[in-house]
């Protein structure tokens, strides 16, 4: 088996391909904080940052389902980025009651950037297991 190839044994997460988990995560991402600055009235860059954050997992995920040669690099810039999420969702508990929304939008941050590292972790592993019982 090719490395840069998809294979029918790739790890999945509720049959999603950690490719097309990163794709709706960034887009979940990107619809959130778009809701959110609606819903608050928010007229502060800030409470586009989920946006900022969104926008390079959606593009990775694009590149990554139709140049699957750039899949290792990519989903190592995407784990990256799921870690800059997770840290900013610390700061919830900095200031989880100053304001709603932004504390709102910090949980999840913290939550779903916790969630999504863990997948990719899980999905390298898996992968070096199958490098390990496969190899040629």
């Not at 391909?17 to 959110?36: D, R």
């Not at 928010?42 to 940052?49: D, N, Q, Y």
């Not at 941050?109 to 863990?118: A, D, E, K, P, S």
């Given at each position: ?11 999945r ?17 990107v619809v ?5 600055s ?16 969104g ?26 980025i799921?870690?800059?999420a997770?840290?900013g ?12 929304y ?10 779903t ?8 972790v ?15």
């Amino acid at each position: 088996m090719e490395e840069s190839s998809h294979s029918t044994e790739d790890f999945r997460v509720f049959s999603l391909s950690i490719e097309l988990i990163t794709l709706i995560y960034g887009l979940f991402m990107v619809v959130w904080a778009f809701s959110i600055s609606i819903i608050a009235e928010s007229s502060s860059l800030t409470s586009l940052v989920p946006a900022f954050i969104g926008c390079p997992l959606i593009l990775i995920g694009f590149i990554t389902m139709f140049k699957p040669t750039l899949r290792k690099a990519l989903m190592h810039i995407a784990v990256l980025i799921g870690i800059l999420a997770f840290l900013g969702g610390l700061d919830f508990f900095r200031g989880m009651f100053n304001n709603y929304y932004a504390g709102l939008s910090k949980l999840m941050l913290l939550i779903t950037g916790f969630v999504y590292v863990y997948f990719c972790v899980q999905s390298f592993l898996f992968v070096r297991r199958q490098k390990k019982s496969n190899p040629n």
